[in-house]
Nanobody, 113 residues
Framework: QVQLVESGGGLVQAGGSLRLSCTPS????????IAWYRQAPGKERELVAR???????NYADAVKGRFTISRDNAKNTVYLQMNHLQPEDTAVYYC???????WGQGTQVTVSS
């Protein structure tokens, strides 16, 4: 059974930082690409960042230079380090297996101005 568990969300002031974690189970972690998405109220879900099994990364333009996605294959965990957070980053953040339709339950990130 495939599961993805996110953690690390919370409330932070503008300019602050948070680190999200995503720990999948039921898969061979090292061969899978993992992505972070987010969905703000009233908006469509959007891709934030992706990390491939070869550690290659891609970012949405809105987060380039502020967010960093990384993975630790020894811990079966993908991280999303979010710096210089802004109110427009407020959303529910989800991790997903890139090649399969498996999603985590989401973690709320709220940035106050």
């Amino acid at each position: 059974q495939v599961q993805l568990v996110e953690s690390g969300g919370g409330l932070v002031q503008a300019g602050g930082s948070l680190r999200l974690s995503c720990t999948p189970s039921g898969i061979i972690f090292s061969i899978n690409a993992i992505a972070w998405y987010r969905q703000a109220p009233g908006k469509e879900r959007e891709l934030v960042a992706r990390i491939m099994n070869d550690y290659g990364t891609n970012y949405a333009d809105a987060v380039k230079g502020r967010f960093t996605i990384s993975r630790d294959n020894a811990k079966n965990t993908v991280y999303l380090q979010m710096n210089h957070l802004q109110p427009e980053d407020t959303a529910v953040y989800y991790c997903k297996l890139w090649s399969y339709n498996y999603w985590g339950q989401g973690t709320q990130v709220t940035v106050s101005s």
